[in-house]
């Protein structure tokens, strides 16, 4: 397999979390089991293969690498993927793609939807998708992936199968959806992304960005430019009810030791023990 970026895989409860992320360099994840992407700033050439694409922002080490994305499904003759991005962004990016069409000489084949905040996208039977507003420097959007489950209305429990089977057939709605938050991405964000959406805090599995965490970086300058500092996370500890919560988009401004060091003096428990560090 060809490989050109160092991913990071990791595994948690049926769901394998893949992808690359650092400010200012990269970031691109891949959610293998769901079959979506979010975030293009590279494309793994194995990542070719999932056909639905979520961006959250146009920052280039988020979105840089989507006329690779598209050129190559076409190249191996896959379908055209579908990919999600702040309404506002849609016209730009598919100017980028026709600029690389000219000077490619090959189509650049894809369907650009356009999300709003409160935007909700059916992916498959089970699954949907929620589009909410995160605070950064351009229009920036989180997504929540929700598992979808209908139950039986409790005013039905006790009729019969033939009884509820007649009651479907003639129109009355007889479950009610329940929607479980199983995995959330923030993208780049301040404080407010999270705070401003609860079900960030609620999903089983959670990617946020923790950009700096040097004590000596300045909050309010930090958050200006539509960051988190660990700091943030510290202050926020008892909200967090996630299986998991992975932190990336470090700045490439700290070596790896620094980031675990500095990560553990702030977090001694580290989530109790549930936060992963992507490097």
């Not at 479950?175 to 705070?195: I, N, W």
């Amino acid at each position: 397999m060809v490989e050109n970026i160092p991913l990071i895989s990791h595994h948690h409860d049926g769901l394998t979390i893949e992808g690359f992320s650092r400010a200012a360099v990269q970031t691109c994840w891949r959610i293998n089991e769901l079959k979506l992407l979010f975030d293009v700033g590279a494309q793994p050439w194995d990542f070719m293969g999932t056909s639905t694409l979520f961006i959250s922002h146009a920052h280039l080490d988020h979105i840089a690498s989507l006329p690779s994305y598209v050129s190559r499904r076409r190249m191996m003759k896959m379908d055209p993927p579908v990919i999600y991005l702040p309404d506002s962004a849609v016209d730009e990016a598919w100017n980028m793609l026709q600029t690389f069409r000219r000077l490619d000489r090959g189509a650049m084949p894809c369907e650009l939807v356009g999300l709003n905040a409160g935007d909700e996208i059916e992916h498959g039977r089970e699954y949907l998708v929620t589009a909410v507003p995160t605070r950064h420097t351009i229009t920036s959007l989180g997504f929540v992936v929700y598992h979808r489950r209908h139950k039986l209305k409790p005013e039905f429990a006790e009729l019969s199968g033939p009884e509820i089977r007649d009651l479907k057939l003639a129109g009355t709605e007889i479950t009610t959806e329940h929607r479980v938050p199983v995995f959330a991405y923030t993208g780049d964000t301040s404080p407010p992304g999270l705070d401003n959406n609860p079900e960030f805090y609620k999903a089983k599995i959670l990617i946020s960005e923790l950009t700096f965490v040097a004590p000596e970086h300045r909050k309010e300058k930090i958050h200006k430019h539509g960051h988190m500092h660990v700091d943030d996370y510290r202050h926020r500890a008892d909200r967090f009810e996630n299986e998991l919560v992975i932190a990336g988009h470090l700045s490439t401004r700290y070596h790896d030791k620094q980031v675990k060091t500095m990560v553990r003096r702030a977090l001694p428990g580290m989530l109790n023990d549930r936060m992963k560090l992507w490097i």
